[in-house]
């Protein structure tokens, strides 16, 4: 007899980010090899759509609204799922990203980076504080807390599997977006820690590492919202990209699948790239 390693029938996964484009793609991927999934946003209406095109497809699931950052927030989504579908045993964070505040105008620094620099277009030097730790606390705390709140469900019954979204930024920061690149350092960081630190509960701590997808959170920078080309930044990505296009969320759902199932039962503390090579071509 044939068992299916890859097969998540009768596992509960509880996905972060869950109303924007990856984490719905996510959703779907693990609802089609039998999960029931759960799907957690800021923006409760985007969660709740999400759960709607999984349901339409086949699948059984569940959306609501949840701040990654709130600990009372998360504790409550917890209590709420564990109490309707029974477990947790999958947990996706999918919740991050970046906001043009966070954002410096230029890849390096000039003379003229000073903070009377023209209003639109800030410098390193005069980045909104705020902006800075809003986009840390969202990538890394928002990593972190989940990882908490579910993490002790799973320990209480004896194992489960986590996977962060990390970036490649993590390993070679992009220019511009500082807070984002070393947030998501510190993200890849605490998935080895906390594969570590988890092992003996029997629960695993991985992490996919995409390459450029075009969310939300990058389209400022990617694409000409005016002409709907892409920006000059978009076309260096695409140069540097040896499969010579964006990801898109099915791109996510191989590793994905791989690492929630049993089909990586001794995975655990791994940072796996996903991103059209972009890692592994220096650019010339």
């Given at each position: ?153 799973m320990a209480r019954r ?63 920078l990617l694409t000409d ?60």
């Amino acid at each position: 007899m044939t068992t299916d390693i890859f097969a998540l029938t009768g596992k509960t996964a509880v996905i972060t980010g869950g109303g924007g484009a990856l984490g719905g793609a996510m959703a779907l991927a693990l609802a089609e090899r039998g999960a029931a999934v759960v799907l957690l946003d800021v923006r409760g209406g985007a969660a709740l759509e999400a759960a709607d095109r999984v349901t339409a497809a086949g699948g059984r699931a569940a959306g609501g609204a949840c701040d990654v950052l709130d600990e009372g927030s998360l504790a409550a989504a917890a209590g709420r799922i564990v109490g309707e579908f029974g477990r947790v045993d999958i947990l996706i964070n999918a919740a991050g990203g970046n906001t043009p505040a966070a954002t410096a105008a230029r890849e390096t620094a000039g003379p003229d980076d000073r903070p009377e620099a023209e209003a639109g277009s800030p410098t390193f030097f005069d980045l909104e504080l705020t902006a800075l730790r809003r986009v840390l606390d969202l990538n890394l705390l928002g990593t972190v807390l989940p990882c908490r709140a579910f993490g002790r469900e799973m320990a209480r019954r004896g194992g489960g599997t986590i996977v962060n979204i990390s970036s490649m930024a993590a390993s070679r920061p992009l220019t511009r977006v500082a807070a984002y690149s070393a947030a998501k350092a510190g993200v890849s960081n605490f998935t080895q820690w906390l594969a570590t630190h988890l092992a003996p509960l029997h629960i695993r701590v991985n992490a996919i590492a995409p390459g450029f997808f075009l969310t939300d959170q990058n389209r400022f920078l990617l694409t000409d919202e005016k002409t709907g080309g892409l920006t000059a930044r978009g076309q260096a990505v695409l140069a540097h990209t040896p499969m010579g296009r964006f990801g898109t969320g099915r791109d996510l759902a191989g590793t994905l699948i791989w690492l929630a199932s049993d089909a990586s039962s001794f995975v655990t503390g791994a940072v796996i790239p996903v991103d059209g090579g972009f890692s592994a071509y220096p650019g010339v």
